[in-house]
Antibody
Framework: QVQLQESGPGLVKPSETLSLTCAVS?????????WGWIRQPPGKGLEWIGS???????YYNPSLKSRVTISVDTSKNQFSLKLSSVTAADTAVYYC??????????????????WGQGTLVTVSS | SSELTQDPAVSVALGQTVRITCQGD??????ASWYQQKPGQAPVLVIY???NRPSGIPDRFSGSSSGNTASLTITGAQAEDEADYYC????????????FGTGTKVTVL
């Protein structure tokens, strides 16, 4: 059973860099799949931040691209998120999730499953 | 980028049927996946692809799609189905980007 667990500081000062790690258990990241980060501001909806393939290829939300870096460490079976120059608008619960992509009878399917439990990051001085 | 629009809230009587819709241009090219989120919990996948349910998801949840609209139907809604529901699909740009719907709060009366 694949499980994901986010970790990192719960409080970050404005203009600093938010850093989170997602530890994966029950599956070896180097075996495949994409892995993603999603966030949810308090009381609001979900926002895709970006994804990374096990080989290291990355894809970012255009609205965050200039500030986001996602990396993978296959030796530790984990992947990480860095978001620079944070403001109060970056306060959110941050989730990591496995991104499944497959082709069935010529049709591309994709879904996020499973998800980590999420970690609240507050940006405040 | 693309947007996926959902009705903010719907209500359903216990045991009745409710349909949640998700509209967006990307849905003409890609199937939606659907997620249930209860307060204080992480989202849980309930439907992916044309109409696929992960193991453990009750068969009262079903999905469908037509044109630019994807739908999640709960047939015989139960009290435990009260939650927020989000759709998700690949961005219509085809650049391996993803977008979530605005979310629908389902209340079971």
């Amino acid at each position: 059973q694949v499980q994901l667990q986010e970790s990192g500081p719960g409080l970050v000062k404005p203009s600093e860099t938010l850093s989170l790690t997602c530890a994966v258990s029950g599956y070896s990241i180097s075996s495949g799949y994409y892995w993603g980060w999603i966030r949810q501001p308090p009381g609001k909806g979900l926002e895709w931040i970006g994804s990374i393939y096990h080989s290291g290829s990355t894809y970012y939300n255009p609205s965050l691209k200039s500030r986001v870096t996602i990396s993978v460490d296959t030796s530790k079976n984990q992947f990480s998120l860095k978001l620079s120059s944070v403001t109060a608008a970056d306060t959110a619960v941050y989730y990591c999730a496995r991104l499944c992509i497959t082709m069935v009878r010529g049709v591309l399917l994709n879904w996020f499953d499973p998800w980590g439990q999420g970690t609240l990051v507050t940006v405040s001085s | 980028s693309s947007e996926l629009t959902q009705d903010p809230a719907v209500s359903v009587a216990l045991g009745q049927t409710v349909r949640i819709t998700c509209q967006g241009d990307s849905l003409r090219s890609y199937y939606a996946s659907w997620y249930q989120q209860k307060p204080g919990q992480a989202p849980v996948l309930v439907i992916y692809g044309k109409n696929n349910r992960p193991s453990g998801i009750p068969d009262r949840f079903s999905g469908s799609s037509s044109g630019n609209t994807a739908s999640l139907t709960i047939t015989g809604a139960q009290a435990e189905d009260e939650a927020d529901y989000y759709c998700n699909s690949r961005d219509s740009s085809g650049n391996h980007h993803y977008v979530f719907g605005t979310g629908t709060k389902v209340t079971v009366l």
